[in-house]
């Protein structure tokens, strides 16, 4: 517990002029070893590093030219810090330059930010962005004398920090900085100094340099607010040399205001003036700053006989005041302004009223400062107490035992006997479960290797069958047997997608699904996935709207196909469930860079109770269901499991009569990059003119798919030569005067990669042109695409093949030959 802590260890730390003293000293030996441009050049380092160090560096040099007001040159340091967080794709540093950003604009004025302070303080799954948020909020919240509930926010977040992460340190320190502030206010002198300590010394990392000395301000305030000119001085003299040593323009209006401090403290009004003199445009351009100044000068005015100047400062006091209260501050000057007026009965009034006011809001602030600190020590207190009735307790039964033991001798040796064999009994159990747990995890390992692998081996022969129907699908048939195709060619398509949602989970499941962001076209992305399923929505007589909000932007940042999947899923599942009325697919702005992308229907919808198992594998609301309406289960679960690697949350609701609604949001920054420029021509599609029949080499250990790829290339008027496996494909390829070669991925003797890496080692050697050479396999996670492309094939293509896709692909690659060959 912070507050608690400070106050047990405050008054042995701090008491006395000598730790005050000691204090000073150690924050103007730190902020002097350095200054503010080996500040800047330790900022322009960082940047050239591309790890979380570099950005924890750049987070430091912005966060220390914030602190100094310069909110310009500190903007400029936070657009870095985001652009280098978005470039190495860190979403920690990401969130932290967005609450860098809040920070800037609620220093200058925007009180709104503050619930977006308190939110991320609230939900962030990161414990460092929860630490920075948190500290945000606590001085938001002090600043509205809820002090209390700072103390107990800065509490919670000290207490997520890990105690050794790297990073650790920079955490703790923010924390105890506006704990520190907190104190503060509390008028704990001690205990703010001891807070101030541990931010200044005790976490400060001695390698990132600190030219910025904040906490003298802040200890000068707090000693003059308890009346301690003494220690005020002490510190006011260091903060003076170093802002003379800064030379900043900024750091020099907040000395003037110290200075001003202490000799409205001595009341010396004249003092007041001349300390303000030099820096009273820049003072009274800072709001902040201006709302502790301006009492103070405006008092001196008045008791110089200044009042033109007392009452200017009265109404500008006014003005800035928050929401338009009335600070006590305000009050004591509308009297000093009197009492120069010779009015001096109301003056009294008004100071009487100034005295009730501030004695109010000075109780007010330390109730709730003193009920978090006394509910924390009552927690320790409750906490003691109960340990020590256990340590009763058990002192009690140890007596018990003790006076018994010579009557149960027998007894306690039987027992000792008993709790052997429980010991053994437990060991046992303990070997058993934890073999049983390794089982288990080998077990899963190998559930995620099987699907991938009975993917690989149905994908095979599901390859004969789906391209066999699609080349009797072209042939001269009966409308009967056509029929009978067609209904081949469905299956063969229903069965191909639930292997790909099958494998999806597989890949989710042993982590190697990854959101890879860049840019693309948000309004188009959102087209397609209309326009992919408006022949069924019209060929079921629903309709399927899109409503797309104007205001988005065009380019965004983004995982372009996993958002396809997922809207595909939807609006699949939609349809699929819709037998009358509508589907709309809404995408709209919502807050900052996010988008809010949402799935309506008119269909049967579901009940509360199966809502809570909606995104899991395999669900259906009954038994039914798959039989009306088909499908694995798998789509939604799938969709929320990528949704939630893109940032998002998926959820939904069924109002009874209104059909079914899904949605989810997801940050998608607005993309730097150009547009493809969209009036370029399109390419003309591949031709087959060549000189005589281009001979081609298929290797596939598999006899169904060498005929399968026979008839698919039939057409084509290819020289087909086919062999059954890799060793003897690089034999008849070393012959030479092949124009292609299609390859199989897994094959006896020699697999399709290493025949393939032997192939191109062979041109090279002897100096031909690459032959182009196209995966032909079952094989259809990424990490098999990479494969073939680092072996040396031009292309891969899943089974099952398709007609169309398949003479394409050898028609793209023998004209990419015989374009190379031309050239």
Same mark, same amino acid.
């Given at each position: 517990m912070i507050a608690a802590a400070v106050l047990a260890t405050a008054a042995p730390a701090m008491a006395g002029v000598g730790q005050a003293a000691e204090l000073a000293r150690a924050v103007e030996q730190r902020a002097a070893r350095t200054d503010f441009a080996a500040l800047e050049a330790f900022g322009l380092e960082a940047m050239k590093?591309?790890?979380?160090?570099?950005?924890?560096?750049?987070y430091h040099v912005a966060w220390t030219v914030l602190n100094q007001g310069d909110f310009e040159e500190a903007t400029l340091w936070n657009n870095r810090l985001e652009a280098q967080a978005?470039?190495?794709n860190d979403q920690r540093y990401l969130a932290i330059a967005r609450l860098n950003a809040l920070t800037i604009r609620y220093d200058q004025g925007d009180l709104a930010v503050e619930k977006e302070m308190a939110h991320t303080a609230r939900t962030s799954r990161d414990w460092f962005v929860m630490a920075h948020a948190a500290r945000l909020s606590a001085l938001a919240l002090m600043d509205q004398d809820r002090i209390g509930e700072g103390l107990r926010l800065l509490t919670t977040a000290e207490s997520e920090i890990p105690v050794h992460d790297p990073y650790a340190?920079?955490?703790?320190?923010?924390v105890w900085e506006m704990t520190g502030m907190g104190l503060m206010k509390l008028s704990d002198v001690a205990g703010a100094a001891a807070a101030f300590r541990r931010f200044e010394i005790d976490d400060s990392n001695p390698d990132y340099p600190r030219p910025d000395f904040d906490s003298l301000y802040n200890l000068t305030r707090m000693a003059l607010q308890v009346g301690d000119l003494s220690n005020a001085e002490l510190y006011y003299a260091a903060h003076h040399r170093l802002s003379q040593r800064a030379n900043l323009e900024s750091l020099s209006a907040y000395d003037a205001a110290l200075c001003a401090f202490l000799a409205d403290a001595r009341r010396?009004?004249?003092?007041v003036l001349d300390c303000l003199a030099p820096h009273e445009a820049l003072i009274d351009g800072k709001a902040f700053l201006a709302l502790d100044i301006l009492p103070a000068r405006g008092v001196a005015r008045a008791r110089l006989g200044d009042l033109a100047g007392a009452r200017s400062d009265l109404e500008r006091l006014r003005e800035l005041a928050p929401n338009g209260g009335v600070d006590p501050t305000e009050r004591l000057l509308e009297a000093e302004l009197l009492f120069a007026s010779g009015r001096a009965a109301e003056a009294f009034d008004v100071l009487r009223e100034y005295q009730r006011q501030r004695d109010l809001h000075l109780s007010l602030r330390f109730s709730a400062g003193i009920h978090q600190v006394t509910g924390d020590m009552q927690e320790q207190l409750a906490e003691r107490r109960r340990q020590l009735e256990t340590a009763r307790a058990n002192t009690q039964l140890q007596h018990a035992v003790i006076r018994g033991q010579n009557w149960i001798l027998g007894i306690s040796l039987a027992f000792a006997v008993s709790v052997l064999l429980v010991v053994f009994w437990q060991r046992r159990q303990s070997r058993r479960l934890k073999k049983a747990q390794l089982h288990a995890e080998a077990a899963n390992r190998a559930k995620s290797e099987f699907l991938a692998n009975m993917s690989h081996e149905i994908r095979t022969p599901l390859n004969g069958v789906v391209a066999m129907a699609e080349a009797l699908a072209g042939r001269d048939l009966r409308e009967q047997d056509r029929e009978l195709v067609n209904i081949i060619r469905s299956s063969g398509v229903t069965l191909e997608r639930l292997l790909s949602d099958i494998l999806d989970v597989a890949r989710i499941e042993s982590g190697k699904v990854t959101i890879e962001p860049a840019p693309f076209d948000l309004e188009e992305a959102s087209r397609d996935v209309s326009a992919l399923w408006a022949p069924l929505a019209m060929g079921k007589g629903v309709e399927l709207?899109?409503?797309?909000?104007?205001?988005?932007?065009?380019? /965004?940042?983004? +995982?372009? /196909?996993?958002l396809r999947q997922v809207l595909t899923n939807l609006v699949s599942n939609a349809l699929k469930f819709t037998q009358e009325g509508s589907v709309t697919l809404k995408v709209a702005r919502t807050e900052g860079d996010r988008v809010r992308f949402t799935v309506l229907d008119t269909g049967i919808g579901f009940d509360a109770e199966f809502k809570s198992r909606i995104f899991h594998r395999f669900q259906q609301e009954d038994g039914s269901i798959t039989r009306r309406f088909g499908g694995s289960g798998l789509g939604l679960a799938i969709s929320d499991d990528l949704v939630r690697l893109m940032g998002g949350e998926?959820?939904?609701?069924?109002?009874?009569?209104?059909?079914?609604?899904?949605?989810?949001d997801l940050s998608l920054p607005t993309a730097t990059d150009e547009a493809p420029n969209e009036t370029v021509q399109a390419a003309p599609p591949p031709s087959m003119e060549r000189a005589g029949a281009p001979r081609v080499l298929l290797a596939d250990d598999h006899p169904a798919n060498r005929k399968v790829v026979e008839v698919m290339l039939e057409p084509l008027g290819v020289d087909l030569t086919t062999v059954e496996d890799g060793a003897q494909a690089l034999a008849a390829f070393r012959?030479?005067?092949? +124009?292609l070669v299609l390859m199989d991925m897994q094959m006896p003797v020699m697999d399709g990669l290493t025949a393939t890496t032997e192939m191109r080692a062979h041109e090279r050697r002897i100096g031909a042109e690459p032959t182009p050479i196209l995966m032909l396999t079952a094989n259809a996670m990424s990490e098999h695409v990479e494969a073939s492309h680092r072996a040396g094939a031009d292309g891969h293509l899943t089974k099952p093949l398709s007609v169309a896709g398949l003479t394409r692909a050898v028609a793209e690659a023998l004209d990419r030959a015989n374009d190379q060959v031309s050239a």
């Amino acid at each position: 517990m912070i507050a608690a802590a400070v106050l047990a260890t405050a008054a042995p730390a701090m008491a006395g002029v000598g730790q005050a003293a000691e204090l000073a000293r150690a924050v103007e030996q730190r902020a002097a070893r350095t200054d503010f441009a080996a500040l800047e050049a330790f900022g322009l380092e960082a940047m050239k590093r591309r790890d979380r160090e570099g950005l924890n560096r750049l987070y430091h040099v912005a966060w220390t030219v914030l602190n100094q007001g310069d909110f310009e040159e500190a903007t400029l340091w936070n657009n870095r810090l985001e652009a280098q967080a978005r470039a190495q794709n860190d979403q920690r540093y990401l969130a932290i330059a967005r609450l860098n950003a809040l920070t800037i604009r609620y220093d200058q004025g925007d009180l709104a930010v503050e619930k977006e302070m308190a939110h991320t303080a609230r939900t962030s799954r990161d414990w460092f962005v929860m630490a920075h948020a948190a500290r945000l909020s606590a001085l938001a919240l002090m600043d509205q004398d809820r002090i209390g509930e700072g103390l107990r926010l800065l509490t919670t977040a000290e207490s997520e920090i890990p105690v050794h992460d790297p990073y650790a340190a920079t955490a703790r320190a923010g924390v105890w900085e506006m704990t520190g502030m907190g104190l503060m206010k509390l008028s704990d002198v001690a205990g703010a100094a001891a807070a101030f300590r541990r931010f200044e010394i005790d976490d400060s990392n001695p390698d990132y340099p600190r030219p910025d000395f904040d906490s003298l301000y802040n200890l000068t305030r707090m000693a003059l607010q308890v009346g301690d000119l003494s220690n005020a001085e002490l510190y006011y003299a260091a903060h003076h040399r170093l802002s003379q040593r800064a030379n900043l323009e900024s750091l020099s209006a907040y000395d003037a205001a110290l200075c001003a401090f202490l000799a409205d403290a001595r009341r010396d009004s004249r003092g007041v003036l001349d300390c303000l003199a030099p820096h009273e445009a820049l003072i009274d351009g800072k709001a902040f700053l201006a709302l502790d100044i301006l009492p103070a000068r405006g008092v001196a005015r008045a008791r110089l006989g200044d009042l033109a100047g007392a009452r200017s400062d009265l109404e500008r006091l006014r003005e800035l005041a928050p929401n338009g209260g009335v600070d006590p501050t305000e009050r004591l000057l509308e009297a000093e302004l009197l009492f120069a007026s010779g009015r001096a009965a109301e003056a009294f009034d008004v100071l009487r009223e100034y005295q009730r006011q501030r004695d109010l809001h000075l109780s007010l602030r330390f109730s709730a400062g003193i009920h978090q600190v006394t509910g924390d020590m009552q927690e320790q207190l409750a906490e003691r107490r109960r340990q020590l009735e256990t340590a009763r307790a058990n002192t009690q039964l140890q007596h018990a035992v003790i006076r018994g033991q010579n009557w149960i001798l027998g007894i306690s040796l039987a027992f000792a006997v008993s709790v052997l064999l429980v010991v053994f009994w437990q060991r046992r159990q303990s070997r058993r479960l934890k073999k049983a747990q390794l089982h288990a995890e080998a077990a899963n390992r190998a559930k995620s290797e099987f699907l991938a692998n009975m993917s690989h081996e149905i994908r095979t022969p599901l390859n004969g069958v789906v391209a066999m129907a699609e080349a009797l699908a072209g042939r001269d048939l009966r409308e009967q047997d056509r029929e009978l195709v067609n209904i081949i060619r469905s299956s063969g398509v229903t069965l191909e997608r639930l292997l790909s949602d099958i494998l999806d989970v597989a890949r989710i499941e042993s982590g190697k699904v990854t959101i890879e962001p860049a840019p693309f076209d948000l309004e188009e992305a959102s087209r397609d996935v209309s326009a992919l399923w408006a022949p069924l929505a019209m060929g079921k007589g629903v309709e399927l709207r899109l409503e797309y909000d104007p205001a988005l932007p065009r380019r /965004v940042l983004g +995982d372009a /196909v996993r958002l396809r999947q997922v809207l595909t899923n939807l609006v699949s599942n939609a349809l699929k469930f819709t037998q009358e009325g509508s589907v709309t697919l809404k995408v709209a702005r919502t807050e900052g860079d996010r988008v809010r992308f949402t799935v309506l229907d008119t269909g049967i919808g579901f009940d509360a109770e199966f809502k809570s198992r909606i995104f899991h594998r395999f669900q259906q609301e009954d038994g039914s269901i798959t039989r009306r309406f088909g499908g694995s289960g798998l789509g939604l679960a799938i969709s929320d499991d990528l949704v939630r690697l893109m940032g998002g949350e998926l959820d939904c609701d069924s109002p009874p009569g209104e059909g079914a609604r899904f949605w989810f949001d997801l940050s998608l920054p607005t993309a730097t990059d150009e547009a493809p420029n969209e009036t370029v021509q399109a390419a003309p599609p591949p031709s087959m003119e060549r000189a005589g029949a281009p001979r081609v080499l298929l290797a596939d250990d598999h006899p169904a798919n060498r005929k399968v790829v026979e008839v698919m290339l039939e057409p084509l008027g290819v020289d087909l030569t086919t062999v059954e496996d890799g060793a003897q494909a690089l034999a008849a390829f070393r012959e030479g005067g092949f +124009d292609l070669v299609l390859m199989d991925m897994q094959m006896p003797v020699m697999d399709g990669l290493t025949a393939t890496t032997e192939m191109r080692a062979h041109e090279r050697r002897i100096g031909a042109e690459p032959t182009p050479i196209l995966m032909l396999t079952a094989n259809a996670m990424s990490e098999h695409v990479e494969a073939s492309h680092r072996a040396g094939a031009d292309g891969h293509l899943t089974k099952p093949l398709s007609v169309a896709g398949l003479t394409r692909a050898v028609a793209e690659a023998l004209d990419r030959a015989n374009d190379q060959v031309s050239a």
